[in-house]
C-alpha cells in the first residue's frame, strides 16, 4: 500500500480491487478441446509467449505445455519458443531463465520477434481492414499455442487471448494499424471493454486466420499471485477469464477527485512507456472518477528511461519534439504516426486534462522533456499536485480536496458511483 504524507487539507479515497483466494498452481481446461486432442507424434510446435513487459506466470503456462507435448511424443528439437515482443526491445538471457524458468530456458530453443525484421515476416493480407503481418514461425508449424495474462488494457479491453500471437508477434504494419488514429479514436476501443470493441474483434478473427489452436492464460492479484489459470481456445479462455477479472478489478468510487495517486507495479515502472500506462489507464477509464483538471502522481523510478525499444524510442522523439500536448495531438490527427507513437498519442490526451508528476525518476530532465512534472519524492509531488488542484478549482486551504489512491493502477479501473 502506499504510504501518503499526513495532510490535514486531504481527504483521502483508496480504490483497490477485491481480495479472491488465492489459487493453485494448477491450469484448468474450459470447454471441450484439450491439447492432447491437438498432438501427434513428431509434429513441429510454436510456443508464443509474453515478454518482460508482461507478469504472466510463463513458466507454468509453458512448463505445463511443454509436459503434454513430450508425454505425447513431440521432442524438444522440434519445439520453438517466441517472446512476443511487439516492438519492444529484445529479451535478455536473463528475463529468459527468470520468464521460463533455467531448465526450460537451457534446453529449448527460444528466439525473439522481431516486427521490423521483413525476412521474419509473412503477410496474409487484409483482414477487416487492417494488415495482418505476423512472424514466419507462427504459420510454419504444426501447432501453435500461446501464453497470456488477462489484464485491463487500453485498447482491447482486456488482454489476453489472441493478443499475444496477433500483436506481440505481429509486424508493424499490423501493429501500426492497429494502434493508429482511426483505430484509437474509435468509441468502442476502450479499457475494459469486450463487447463492441474493433480492437478486440480484430484479435480474435486474426488468431483463427493465424491458426492459434490453443492457449493458456492466467490472472493474477495485485501482489502478482496466481487467481486462476484456464486452457482451451482463445475466445473461450479469454471470455471466462475476462468475467472474472471484471468482478476484481473493477470497482466502484463514491466521491469525485481533486487529485489522485497511480501506482506502477513491476515491471511497469522500468520506463516511462510502460509507467504512463497507469496515468492513461485512470484519467481515460470510462466514468473515471478524476475531475477535469486534477493532477495525477505516478511513482515510478524509470530506470530504463523512455525504454530501448523501437516503440519506447519512438514514443519519447515523438514527445520531446512537441511544443505542447495539444499541439501534438492535432498534428498526430492531422498526420498520423508510426507503431509505437501511439502511446504518445494516448497520452498527450491525458495531458491536455491532467498534469502528470513522475515521483522518483532517475532522470528528471527526460521526465520533463516529455511535459510532465518530475518531482524528487512522494512528498514533494503531492505537495506540487495539491497546489495545482488548488489554483485549478479554486479551492483554497483549509478547503477539503479528495485525493484518490489506487496503489495498483494497472489492475484496478476505478468508476465513478452513479
Known amino acids: 500500500m502506499i504510504q501518503i504524507p499526513t495532510n490535514p487539507g486531504l481527504q483521502i479515497t483508496y480504490a483497490v480491487g477485491r481480495s479472491v483466494a488465492t489459487g493453485h498452481a494448477a491450469i484448468t481446461p474450459i470447454g471441450t478441446r484439450r491439447l492432447a486432442d491437438l498432438v501427434r507424434r513428431g509434429m513441429r510446435v510454436t510456443i508464443a509467449f509474453t515478454d518482460a513487459t508482461r507478469a504472466c506466470p510463463d513458466a507454468l503456462l509453458v512448463g505445463a505445455m511443454l509436459h503434454e507435448l513430450e508425454a505425447h511424443g513431440v521432442a524438444p528439437d522440434d519445439i520453438t519458443l517466441i517472446c512476443a515482443t511487439g516492438l519492444h526491445r529484445p529479451s535478455t538471457i536473463a528475463e529468459r531463465r527468470a520468464k521460463l524458468g533455467a531448465s526450460i530456458a537451457a534446453r529449448y530453443r527460444i528466439i525473439d520477434h522481431e516486427a521490423l525484421n521483413e525476412a521474419q515476416l509473412v503477410d496474409l493480407g487484409i483482414l477487416e481492414g487492417i494488415p495482418l503481418v505476423v512472424n514466419r514461425h507462427c504459420l510454419d508449424t504444426d501447432l501453435l499455442l500461446a501464453t497470456g495474462v488477462v489484464e485491463p488494457h487500453q485498447y482491447a479491453g482486456y488482454s489476453g487471448g489472441a493478443k499475444t500471437v496477433v500483436i506481440g508477434c505481429g ?235 489506487v496503489p495498483h493502477a494497472l489492475l484496478t479501473l476505478p468508476r465513478l458511483k452513479p
Open 171 to 405: 509486424g508493424e504494419p499490423t501493429i501500426a494499424a492497429t494502434h493508429g488514429p482511426a483505430m484509437l479514436d474509435q468509441a468502442g476501443t476502450r479499457l475494459g471493454a469486450i463487447e463492441g470493441n474493433p480492437f478486440q474483434q480484430f484479435v480474435r478473427a486474426a488468431g483463427a486466420r493465424i491458426g492459434l489452436a490453443y492457449v493458456a492464460n492466467a490472472l493474477l492479484h495485485e501482489d502478482g499471485s496466481l487467481i486462476a489459470a484456464h486452457a482451451g481456445t482463445p475466445a473461450a479462455v479469454h471470455e471466462a477469464l475476462v468475467a472474472q477479472a471484471r468482478s476484481i478489478y473493477e470497482v466502484e468510487v463514491a466521491q469525485p477527485a481533486h487529485l489522485a495517486i497511480a501506482g506502477v507495479p513491476e515491471p511497469k515502472a522500468a520506463n516511462l512507456y510502460q509507467a504512463s500506462r497507469a496515468a492513461t489507464y485512470l484519467a481515460l477509464a470510462h466514468h473515471t472518477p478524476l475531475l477535469p483538471g486534477a493532477p495525477i502522481i505516478l511513482p515510478a523510478a524509470i530506470p530504463e528511461g523512455a525504454g530501448s525499444g523501437t516503440g519506447e524510442q519512438r514514443f519519447f522523439e515523438i514527445l520531446a519534439a512537441a511544443t505542447s500536448p495539444a499541439a501534438l495531438l492535432a498534428e498526430l490527427r492531422r498526420s498520423g504516426f508510426p507503431a509505437g507513437a501511439q502511446r504518445a498519442y494516448i497520452l498527450a490526451q491525458v495531458l491536455v486534462r491532467h498534469p502528470v508528476i513522475i515521483v522518483g525518476a532517475d532522470d528528471p530532465a527526460l521526465v520533463r522533456a516529455c511535459h510532465l512534472h518530475a518531482a524528487a519524492d512522494l512528498a514533494e509531488g503531492l505537495a506540487l499536485a495539491e497546489s495545482l488542484a488548488r489554483a485549478a478549482f479554486g479551492r483554497p486551504a483549509p478547503d477539503l480536496l479528495t485525493l484518490l489512491v
